[in-house]
C-alpha cells in the first residue's frame, strides 16, 4: 500500500489560483507561471500532475491550444479534488 503524501490545502489552493488565471498573453509570462506551477506540484511530489503541466506547456509552444487548457483544466480537477 502507498502513502500518498498529505497536501496542505492553502498550498493547493495557490496552485489552483494561479493556473486558472492563466490566459493567453505573453508566451513568456504563461511559461514562467506553468513552471512554477509544476515546480510546486513537484514539491508535492504530485508526478502525474507536474508531467501533464510539462505538456500543458509544449502544447502551447505548439499552438495547440486545446491541448494546452484541457492539460491545465485536468491539473486543477485533480488538485481540487485533494484539497
Known sequence: MTTRK??????????IASLNSLRLGQMEVIGAN???ARQACLE??????ADRLGEAH?????GDVKTYRKR???VVSQ???RR
Do not use: M
Not at 44 to 49: F, G, R
Open 6 to 15: 498529505v497536501i496542505e490545502p492553502l498550498r493547493i489552493s495557490q496552485i
Open 34 to 36: 506553468l513552471a512554477e
Open 44 to 49: 508535492l511530489d504530485e508526478i502525474e500532475l
Open 58 to 62: 509544449g502544447a502551447l509552444l505548439r
Open 72 to 74: 491545465v483544466e485536468s
Open 79 to 81: 488538485l481540487g479534488h
